[in-house]
């Protein structure tokens, strides 16, 4: 379990993290005897099975579940906070667009104002206005 990226044996047997070990065991024993029907047709089944096998040995003792537990889902915890940090700095991003452009927005409103006198500056604005609605 030294590997940078763990295997999900919980998808592996298709179980919940939740799952007691009589469903471990359950749901080993089903796929174990399909894959062992497959492995005579297919190669494939023969590495599913070795991945198979994998997941139940740690799945199935308590000492190396916690550990495993620990570790993946100490993975899964810093994915996810990466992902969240990515996230926000998306939508600070796009703020900080936001803000700007309405920044624009105003400094050309206040440079019209001040090069076309009120009257004409609002006169202008208003087509613009009734140009975009």
Do not use: C, H
């Not at 469903?23 to 089903?30: L, T």
């Not at 599913?48 to 190396?64: G, H, I």
Request: aromatic fraction near 10%; charge should be negative.
């Amino acid at each position: 379990m030294a590997e940078s990226r763990l295997v999900d044996y919980y998808s592996i047997l298709n179980l919940p993290p939740k799952a007691d070990l009589a469903g471990i065991e359950a749901a080993y024993a089903r796929l174990s005897d399909d894959l062992m029907r497959q492995s005579q047709y297919d190669e494939s089944a023969r590495e599913a099975m070795q991945r198979l096998n994998e997941a139940y040995a740690v799945l199935s003792r308590p000492e190396l579940r916690r550990e495993y537990d620990r570790a993946f889902f100490r993975a899964e915890l810093e994915r996810l906070e990466r992902e969240a940090r990515a996230e926000q700095r998306r939508r600070a991003l796009a703020s900080n667009i936001l803000v700007g452009a309405l920044g624009l927005v105003v400094a050309v409103q206040a440079g019209a104002l001040l090069y076309l006198g009120w009257e004409n500056a609002t006169g202008l604005f208003q087509a613009i206005l009734d140009w975009l609605m």
